[in-house]
């Protein structure tokens, strides 16, 4: 039995860990934001400002009770975005490619998101597996688990 450090199995059901730490870290700076604008700001945009933050805010946190679901017997993949979201479904034969996105501010990486493209019903979706801030390795090294969940051939 193979271990990972992506995902908790459970037989030959594979669940993708949530990111809950930055997830969390950017929903605490949404109240910082929000503190200091309701302290600071003199503007008549104050209401818009806090409005967008806390969005943002509530956002994250739902985020966190998202799941993405691998079943290598059933060859599906099932995507919920929150908790009281419908479920998706995708046949791994639905697979198209990773994709590594870095976002880069002046010549710094500052972030990086591996997603995951289906073609279903010719139609492309991307799904979002993880963000991280500064480095690829780590998305290298989920997407290299996600290939070998489910079965696709190694480099």
């Given at each position: 039995?193979?271990?990972f450090?992506?995902?908790?199995?459970e037989?030959?059901?594979?669940?993708?860990?949530?990111q809950?730490?930055?997830?969390?870290?950017?929903?605490?700076?949404?109240?910082?934001?929000?503190?200091?604008i309701l302290?600071?700001?003199?503007?008549?945009?104050t209401?818009f400002?806090?409005?967008?933050?806390?969005?943002?805010g509530?956002?994250?946190?739902?985020r966190?009770?998202?799941?993405?679901?691998?079943?290598?017997?059933?060859?599906?993949?099932?995507r919920?975005?929150?908790?009281?979201?419908?479920p998706?479904?995708?046949?791994?034969?639905?697979?198209?490619h990773?994709?590594?996105?870095?976002?880069?501010?002046?010549?710094?990486?500052?972030?990086?998101?591996?997603?995951m493209?289906?073609?279903?019903?010719?139609k492309?979706?991307?799904i979002l597996l993880?963000?991280?801030?500064?480095s690829?390795?780590?998305l290298?090294?989920?997407?290299e688990?996600?290939?070998?969940?489910?079965?696709?051939?190694q480099?």
């Amino acid at each position: 039995m193979q271990t990972f450090k992506y995902f908790e199995q459970e037989g030959d059901t594979y669940n993708l860990k949530v990111q809950k730490g930055l997830l969390y870290t950017l929903a605490v700076g949404c109240v910082a934001a929000i503190i200091a604008i309701l302290m600071y700001s003199t503007s008549k945009a104050t209401f818009f400002y806090v409005a967008l933050f806390a969005f943002i805010g509530l956002m994250c946190i739902l985020r966190t009770t998202g799941a993405l679901t691998f079943n290598s017997q059933n060859r599906e993949i099932q995507r919920k975005r929150f908790f009281f979201s419908a479920p998706a479904y995708y046949s791994f034969d639905d697979f198209d490619h990773f994709l590594i996105a870095k976002q880069k501010s002046y010549f710094v990486t500052v972030m990086v998101q591996a997603v995951m493209v289906m073609r279903k019903d010719n139609k492309t979706r991307h799904i979002l597996l993880a963000q991280t801030l500064f480095s690829t390795k780590p998305l290298q090294r989920l997407s290299e688990e996600i290939s070998m969940i489910m079965g696709l051939p190694q480099d």
